[in-house]
């Protein structure tokens, strides 16, 4: 089939534009906390990935540790399970094709050093490139500690409650990551939760950029208001992803599904193409 000059032109004027479209986008990972397919199993949830067409994950610990284990159980389990394990968890990740970004272990008081040392081990032998952890800021110190040892970042999560010992303002992150020996101590900023604490997260990514491991995309209200679907809450979503876009800072963008909604799958989906369009504009 022969084309004329004008179609020629006309299909390499779309390339072009598809190719610039492309571009637009590029640059921001938009991926998923598995705590959104938190009704189901890992291998389940892997496939839920999959389907929605996902290639990055923080890997929520319950998916690791289970749902049922309590105290000394849960301390006896994270001391002696054998390595092998946890490399099975990421072997599973990367044949499906996935990214295992950050292994989500909230360190909290209750941890003892070899536990906490522990977690280290398990993500580095899952692969995992950082750590998230909604821990307390009592223990940063212990944690930083264990971060340098093993050359692996945390980055502390928020919520949005203005509590003592818990991350949620600005001073909480900055108190965390500030001073000697702690360098390997970042964030993991939940800007939802952020907004509903009415804090401004644009500025706060602008402000910190060089310290954020990952992000939570979930849309609040403010004024400790609901999780709302994506674009019905006050959170600066678009706004925060073209800024990711625009100076092409390497942060991955993962869903967090916590609205009341319909099937897991189906919603994360929706999140997902609301983050890709937002991106595209």
């Known amino acids: ?10 299909i390499a004027a779309a ?5 610039a479209f492309a571009a637009k986008g590029s640059g921001v990972t938009v ?21 929605i067409g996902l290639k990055e994950c923080e890997l929520w610990q319950g998916h690791v540790e289970g749902k049922d284990k309590k105290g000394e159980e849960l301390k006896k389990w994270r001391l002696e ?29 209750s941890f003892s050093d070899e536990e906490i040392d522990r977690g280290f081990q398990m993500a580095k032998a899952m692969g995992a490139k950082a750590i998230t952890a909604s821990g307390n800021l009592s223990t940063v110190e212990r944690v930083a500690v264990a971060a340098k040892k093993h050359k692996l970042k945390v980055g502390w999560h928020n919520h949005s409650h203005l509590r003592p ?13 500030t001073g000697p020996g702690r360098e390997f101590m970042a964030i993991n900023l939940d800007i939802g939760h952020f907004t ?8 706060f990514l602008k402000k910190h950029h060089a310290r954020i491991v990952t992000l939570h995309i979930k849309d609040r209200k403010k004024d400790q208001g609901d999780n709302v679907p994506l674009g019905d809450g006050d959170t600066p979503i678009k ?22 909604g319909g099937d897991p799958v189906e919603e994360v989906q929706k999140c997902y193409d609301y983050c890709r369009k937002a991106l595209e504009s």
Request: proline share 4%; aromatic share 12%; net charge neutral.
């Open 1 to 10: 089939m022969s084309l004329t000059r004008r179609q020629l032109g006309q």
């Open 81 to 109: 399970t054998p390595m092998t394990f946890f490399k099975e968890v990421g072997a599973k990740f990367k044949k499906a094709g996935i990214d295992l970004y950050a292994y989500n272990l909230s360190f909290r008081d």
């Open 239 to 260: 706004q925060v992803l073209t800024v990711l876009r625009d100076n092409k800072w390497q942060i991955p963008a993962n869903i967090e599904y916590e609205y009341k």
């Open 15 to 19: 390339g072009l534009a598809s190719q």
């Open 165 to 177: 010992n818990e991350f949620a303002r600005p001073e909480d992150f900055e108190q965390a990551i």
């Open 196 to 203: 509903a604490a009415n804090f401004d997260a644009v500025e």
């Open 31 to 51: 991926g998923v906390q598995s705590y959104s397919f938190r009704d189901r199993p890992l291998d389940e949830a892997i496939a839920a990935m999959k389907k």
